[in-house]
């Protein structure tokens, strides 16, 4: 018989630092730890769902302390990078009595929009956290790049919250998927073509 | 795996009349072309797979974020990112409409099959 239990956790980077979505205490700022076992994020809440509709219950109550904020081209921007966490636990019983346990864990991550300042035309709060998502992006781009590099033996994971806390999802033994979204016009066809580049990168992980 | 997608939702569509005639895509071999004015031969990016606005959120769940589901059901890790300009729709992608079965994104599809 095989049993399994299944846990969320939901978070943001926003501006470079770490908040727990689904904490009661509303969106606190969470500490980096490193352990044996790679990367965590201390204090960090985690719920145990038992239905799809739990499950979604989670990800549209985190959603709703997003920092989400309007530029010109987007009235509800994301402004920080999210990461839904899945913990699939699985345990069985074999015929000789041993009871094995088994952990997948599933990153769902939403990266804050890539954007020229002139078009969006931020200024102030907004133009502070565009500079922290581009440096952001560009570290995650980085460690790619670095990745795909077979003579480079160093990962700069440790330039950003994003990269570190996605340290074992990007070099170690995980199935990646990188999906890009492109707008067709061809007003964005700067933007476009970075980000195509961008994924193309990606492509050698 | 890395795919590329187009969709027109939000403000591609809202607001300004514009031009789309500088990006192709191929569905079938995954590339997309890109011309700049003023150059002769467009950019050739090749993906794992590619979606126009044709494109089906089932289809894009299960060619892209299914084999990754799987794999964590058994035990694995896996990592789906959303990557791309704001006002792209990757909102769109992930979330979609949840209540919609046709439209529903990613996420919701995701949920449903941790626990089939």
């Known amino acids: 018989m095989k049993q399994y239990l299944v846990r969320a956790s939901y978070l943001e980077i926003y501006n470079e630092e770490i908040r727990d979505l689904l904490s009661k205490k509303g969106a606190q700022k969470l500490d980096l730890r490193d352990k044996d076992t790679g990367v965590y994020v201390k204090d960090l809440s985690t719920f145990v769902v038992k239905t799809p509709a739990d499950m979604m219950n989670v990800f549209t109550e985190g959603n709703l302390n997003r920092h989400v904020g309007a ?76 990745l795909t590099d077979p003579k480079c033996t160093y990962i700069p994971y440790r330039d950003s919250k994003l990269t570190r806390i996605l340290q074992d999802s990007l070099g170690g033994n995980t199935k990646t998927v990188m999906i890009s979204n492109v707008g067709p016009a061809d007003y964005n066809l700067d933007e476009t073509l970075s980000t195509l580049r961008y994924a193309s990168r990606a492509k050698h992980i | 795996m890395v795919s590329a997608l187009i969709q027109l939702f939000g403000s591609a ?104």
């Open chain 1, 71 to 146: 530029t010109n081209m987007n009235e509800q921007s994301s402004r920080s990078h999210s990461v839904f966490t899945i913990t699939v636990e699985s345990s069985e019983i074999d015929k000789d009595g041993e009871n094995h346990i088994r952990v997948g864990k599933l990153n769902i991550v939403d990266l804050a929009g890539s954007e020229r300042q002139s078009k969006t035309g931020a200024t102030g709060d907004r133009l502070k956290e565009a500079t922290k998502i581009n440096l952001s992006l560009s570290t995650l781009c980085h460690v790619i790049s670095s």
């Open chain 2, 13 to 116: 569509l809202n607001g300004f009349f514009h031009q789309f005639s500088a990006l192709k895509m191929v569905t079938k071999t995954g590339e997309i072309f890109a011309q700049k004015s003023g150059d002769n031969v467009p950019k050739v990016f090749t993906f794992d797979s590619v979606y126009d606005w044709n494109s089906e959120q089932e289809n894009i769940f299960g060619e892209t974020a299914y084999p990754v589901c799987e794999n964590v059901i058994q035990g694995y890790n896996g990592t789906i990112f959303a990557y791309g300009q704001t006002g792209t729709g990757k909102t769109f992608t992930i979330s979609g409409v949840p209540k919609d079965p046709k439209l529903r994104g990613i996420m919701p599809r995701a949920f449903e099959n941790i626990f089939e």
